[in-house]
């Protein structure tokens, strides 16, 4: 078996998106209720689960679309596309990747060399409902207009979700709905930057691509990206946040929230990319806004504790 093939049809570039399960350690005051050690080992374990359930999905979406992908000019390249790495491995591979994690979860607390908090145990249910979600997306919502990318930010909420849950924290209103207009956004602009790079046809390489234009998709994406602003310009200003961290000064994060959004509508446009995960590490000017914006993100909530600053 091709080693090199099998991890990168893990797609572990896109394990990025598990990020978001890591924001409630920023934005939800952890070390306030957790040591270093604590949050490293229970957000660090969610992360690692989400990063075995998200290649699962990979591999089935891979399985599903291997025939259209042989065709794509970039997606033929895929270790199962390409035939690099057989169907039946794709699948034991992707079997034991969804059911590894379930199984460390809920293990008697008596196996293991720690103590594993109760709220760990709610991970694997954030988890079920993401593979339910992103199984019936392989196999229903991506050919259904709209459905298609509100599946994939249900999908980002559950991560967040699922981070909190990790660590006993309630998630900010404002935070959630930031976190679904947000991968509505990201999502939209990648159908965008896929129309860009296909052209000619597009429906041939994803059906759903027929029932949206550059018109309509430059609609949804003012309008999600809007809301995404205006969402997180509230969380910055919101009463619960300042009494959560005693500072009202995430209003200096703002410019960055808004030059990134700016920076991947140009890139949608111009399809120079094929996803957010690209975009993220090829992009230089949009990787360094995002470093400052969690740069700027961590001083502000922390430089007081960590520093002594302020």
Not at 86 to 93: E, F, M, T
Not at 249 to 261: A, E, H, R, S
Request: hydrophobic share 50%; charged share 15%; aromatic share 16%.
């Amino acid at each position: 078996m091709n080693v090199r093939a099998c991890i990168k049809m893990l797609r572990p570039t896109q394990w990025t998106k598990n990020v978001f399960l890591l924001l409630p350690i920023l934005f939800g005051n952890a070390f306030a209720h957790w040591t270093g050690i604590q949050i490293l080992l229970f957000s660090g374990s969610a992360f690692a689960a989400f990063c075995c359930w998200s290649s699962t999905v990979y591999i089935l979406n891979d399985i599903l679309d291997r025939k259209t992908d042989a065709l794509h000019p970039r997606k033929k390249n895929r270790p199962i596309a390409s035939g690099k790495v057989s169907v039946p491995a794709a699948l034991c591979i992707a079997i034991f990747l969804a059911f590894f994690p379930f199984v460390l979860f809920l293990l008697p607390a008596s196996v293991w060399p720690f103590a594993v908090p109760e709220m760990l145990r709610w991970v694997p249910l954030a988890g079920l409902c993401y593979l339910v979600n992103s199984i019936l997306y392989c196999l229903f919502f991506k050919h259904q207009v709209l459905l298609d990318v509100f599946s994939i930010a249900l999908g980002f909420v559950i991560r967040v979700t699922a981070g909190c849950l990790a660590l006993d924290l309630r998630p900010s209103n404002w935070i959630l709905l930031c976190t679904f207009s947000l991968a509505l956004y990201l999502g939209f602009g990648k159908r965008q930057m896929e129309i860009a790079c296909l052209k000619e046809r597009p429906g041939e390489f994803r059906p759903v691509l027929e029932l949206y234009s550059r018109e309509y998709l430059n609609f949804l994406l003012g309008i999600s990206g809007a809301v995404c602003l205006i969402s997180y310009l509230f969380y910055t200003l919101s009463p619960a946040t300042y009494q959560l961290h005693h500072t009202d000064g995430l209003i200096f994060t703002v410019p960055f929230v808004f030059y990134g959004i700016f920076k991947y509508a140009q890139d949608a446009m111009l399809g120079t990319f094929d996803g957010p995960d690209e975009v993220l590490f090829r992009d230089r000017a949009f990787f360094i806004n995002a470093l400052l914006w969690g740069a700027c993100s961590t001083l502000i909530l922390y430089g007081r504790t960590v520093l002594g600053l302020f």
